[in-house]
């Protein structure tokens, strides 16, 4: 694709639920990158994938959170029984490999747990 | 780990002229400078390896003082146009994590 793609856009869910946010990177980026970013705050690292595997994933929050990448390009950020403090939009990125230069975002996907 | 930016929030008229700073207490193999209007995903600005270089585009520029593990974005006759949330992008030379700075919201008024 043309750029980093993230679907969906908005979501609004009930405290409790199961979420999946989905990132399509630019074609060939091996390099993939989960952020979370709070009204008035930075993004905050959550986990980064080279390939297929999660290379760090030391930012997510707690076992609720876990993403995965099963070929090496689409990945999904996967919460389960979501609460309120979940709420947030969360960033994707890319770049063709680690350590060279630009990360490519997606517009993000906004999560509202009620 | 997060990187510190200073000032938080900064006001401006046209065609002043700002600075950011970006301080790690880590050492960095590169830094890079990002600019977020409302609403939208970051855009990057450029990107300072280790080496102490500067960088600059138009009236933006940058530098990078790896021993200090300190960057700086300067911001020349400033427009309109440059009003958003800078966040400076920090990362070691294993790559694997890409942390970005507490922000610093900037505001040119006519």
């Known amino acids: 694709g043309a750029g980093v793609s993230q679907t969906p856009s908005n979501k609004v869910t009930e405290k409790g639920k199961y979420v999946e946010l989905r990132c399509d990177p630019i074609?060939?980026?091996?390099?993939l990158y989960w952020y979370r970013q709070s009204l008035g705050q930075g993004p905050e690292f959550l986990i980064y994938f080279q390939g297929t595997g999660a290379a760090d994933d030391s930012g997510l929050p707690n076992d609720r959170f876990f993403a995965v990448r099963p070929e090496g390009s689409v990945s999904t950020l996967k919460i389960q029984r979501t609460e309120r403090g979940d709420s947030a939009v969360y960033l994707c990125?890319?770049?063709?490999?680690?350590?060279?230069?630009?990360?490519?975002f997606g517009e993000g996907s906004r999560l509202t747990v009620l | 780990q997060q990187p510190v930016q200073s000032p938080q929030a900064v006001i401006l008229r046209e065609g002043e002229d700002a600075v950011i700073n970006c301080s790690s207490s880590?050492?960095?193999?590169?830094v890079h400078w990002y600019r977020q209007k409302h609403g939208e995903a970051p855009v990057f600005l450029m990107i300072l390896l280790k080496g102490g270089e500067q960088k600059g585009h138009d009236k933006i520029s940058a530098s990078f003082n790896e021993k200090k593990q300190q960057s700086s974005l300067y911001l020349t006759a400033s427009q309109l146009s440059y009003s958003g949330t800078y966040f400076c992008?920090?990362?070691?030379?294993?790559?694997?994590?890409?942390?970005f700075g507490t922000g610093t919201s900037l505001t040119v008024i006519p």
């Open positions: 074609s060939g980026h091996t390099a």
């Open positions: 990125a890319s770049r063709p490999a680690p350590v060279t230069g630009e990360l490519f």
């Open positions: 880590k050492a960095l193999y590169s």
């Open positions: 992008g920090t990362e070691r030379s294993t790559g694997n994590q890409f942390y």
